[in-house]
């Protein structure tokens, strides 16, 4: 069967708005099968990836879905390298943070920079040069509840007339 333009660009977009998975490698195991095509042939027309067929074609032969990972994928936190990373961070942030000025939050706000606190789990906890970058360091502090800012001082109020009998407010 000879394949059209029109054809090719049907399959295409239609395997483009399935989702990725299994619904998707469904469809292309059966216009593969359907047209009686290789895996080469069906990578050469559609641009599909030769595992991702072979792996469709497995999962029709056998009829066993194979799971999606799409969660485990990424980089890994930081706290899977250093597993004591979050509580030396705690450790060390919690003796420099003071409560909102206007007593009106329960944010703690913290003294240290995110440098700082680097520099200081390097010094006094023993870590290596390998700690994660201050950007990093500081949505860890982000999570654990600290706000890096300074805290407002607390404002007098301003000193109002009181007001006499004979006014009206």
């Known amino acids: ?18 989702k990725q998975g299994a619904p998707r490698r469904q469809y292309m ?24 067929l072979r792996k469709a074609l497995h999962e029709r032969r056998s009829g066993i879905q194979c799971c999606d990972a799409f969660a485990r994928r990424g980089r890994k ?6 597993p004591n990373l979050l509580g030396d961070i705690q450790d060390l942030v919690e003796d420099q943070c003071q409560t909102d000025g206007t007593f009106r939050t329960t944010r703690l ?25 201050v950007q990093t ?22 000193k109002c007339r009181r007001p006499t009998p004979s006014s009206r407010t």
């Open 1 to 18: 069967m000879a394949i059209t333009e029109e054809l090719r660009g049907l399959v295409v977009r239609t395997a483009g708005s399935l």
């Open 29 to 52: 195991a059966d216009t593969v099968t359907s047209l009686g095509l290789s895996q080469r042939q069906a990578q050469a027309l559609f641009g599909w990836g030769r595992d991702t």
């Open 77 to 82: 936190p930081a706290e899977y390298r250093l």
């Open 109 to 133: 706000y913290c003294r240290l920079s995110a440098a700082q606190v680097r520099r200081l789990l390097i010094e006094r906890k023993g870590y290596a040069a390998a700690l994660p970058s």
């Open 137 to 158: 360091i500081t949505a860890k502090l982000n999570g654990l509840g600290f706000r890096l800012r300074k805290v407002a001082k607390c404002r007098p109020q301003k």
